[in-house]
């Protein structure tokens, strides 16, 4: 197991005890803070991801966990950067919601046996080229996607009818999620004692499209004039990007670790301090 100081801490605090925080200076050190942290956990769960997985996964495992863990990072640290620069720290909550779905099914994926792993393998994949193929119908003649659009027609022939009659009785059904259920009901499904990742999952999702702007405080002073809800000040902002930031590099720890422990990899964990 690797080990890593408590995420984070400010001139000793813990973040949980920086409500009392009242300028903007101190409010953005403390972010600067949480980014920094951030991008220390991402480099030593890089680490952990490249050593042996001692349970020897087969490839397609692999490279399920792999790409998971790989978009993961990437929206990862778009956060970091978004929290950087003004108020962008906004618009994360679309990587976060991203980053939730893939601990979700990290989690599923990582508690079923071996052989269901395999099956649910060749689903994905085949969903996969299923919906490659959908959504790029239109421009199948062009030169630019020819080529791959007829490569992966041909890998599609190569998965057994049964299962792709299968996703496609699914997604007739509007199920169009490889475990057969929304990401609400996966949530639910996957919750241990003491969870509701059903609940955090609706909260992360519900300002994404911008409901909670229009119900909250939007302003329209004039014709052609949008006011939306912003912060009251920089200080609260720098504070809630820090927070909401401290959340995701938990989140993405966890999600490192569902892995982990399925392929017999290394666990990146918190230091308890004593």
């Not at 020819?146 to 009785?169: C, F, W």
């Amino acid at each position: 197991m690797k080990f890593i100081k408590r995420i984070p801490e400010y001139k000793g605090t813990p973040l949980i005890d920086c409500t009392d925080i009242n300028s903007e200076s101190a409010a953005h050190d403390l972010l600067c803070v949480v980014i920094a942290k951030a991008r220390e956990v991402i480099g030593v769960v890089s680490d952990a991801y490249r050593e042996e997985w001692t349970n020897k996964p087969s490839t397609g495992v692999r490279a399920v966990f792999g790409h998971w863990l790989v978009k993961a990072v990437r929206h990862f640290a778009a956060i970091t950067i978004l929290c950087e620069e003004r108020d962008l720290s906004v618009l994360a909550n679309v990587h976060h919601r991203q980053i939730f779905e893939l601990f979700l099914q990290a989690r599923y994926y990582a508690s079923v046996d071996q052989e269901e792993k395999e099956k649910y393998t060749e689903k994905i994949s085949a969903s996969g080229c299923m919906e490659y193929l959908e959504k790029l119908d239109i421009l199948k003649d062009h030169d630019y996607i020819k080529g791959a659009y007829e490569e992966i027609s041909e890998k599609l022939a190569l998965y057994d009818e049964n299962l792709v009659d299968e996703i496609k009785r699914e997604r007739k059904k509007r199920i169009n999620y490889w475990f057969g259920r929304s990401f609400s009901q996966l949530a639910k499904d996957v919750s241990r004692e003491g969870e509701d990742l059903r609940s955090v999952y609706q909260i992360i999702s519900a300002d994404i499209h911008g409901a909670w702007d229009l119900t909250l405080d939007v302003d329209n002073p004039e014709p052609g004039v949008l006011n939306f809800r912003g912060y009251p000040d920089k200080t609260t902002m720098y504070i809630r990007a820090a927070e909401m930031l401290d959340q995701v590099t938990t989140l993405y720890m966890n999600l490192w670790n569902e892995i982990a422990e399925s392929v017999g990899a290394q666990g990146v964990y918190y230091l308890v301090e004593t």
